[in-house]
């Protein structure tokens, strides 16, 4: 029998028997500091969790009510999926001058863009029989 010990790297491991040992606890004892200031953390990630939830309702109402008032400007597809006129006669219409450039739409180069809230009111003046979509 040697009297001298072996090298640490050539030692078995106490990793096995550490595992066993902790395996009855529940976990590592933390210092009270250490507990106090990761339940303070965890107070504040909670804040912060509330707050991010919140944001995103305040979000998903004005999403809502968008899509229930709809959007203020319209493509000619958009607007015509919203009132009883197919496309073409929106462009007419424009062409005629029933609806007017600068009040009801604008140009942007070649694309036209409605604003709702004009269509809505050019609707009620001239007594559309047709309920708007």
Known sequence: MSLIRAPASERPSDAPRAARRA?????PRLPPSAAIRLARALAELTEVLAEIQGMSAGAESDRRRDSETGPEYLSVHQLAA???YREQ???NMMCSGELRGGVHYFRKGR???FRWSAVQRWIREHGSDSPVV
């Open 23 to 27: 395996r009855g606890r529940a976990g």
């Open 82 to 84: 919203m009132i009883p």
């Open 89 to 91: 006669t929106i462009r």
């Open 111 to 113: 694309r036209v863009i």
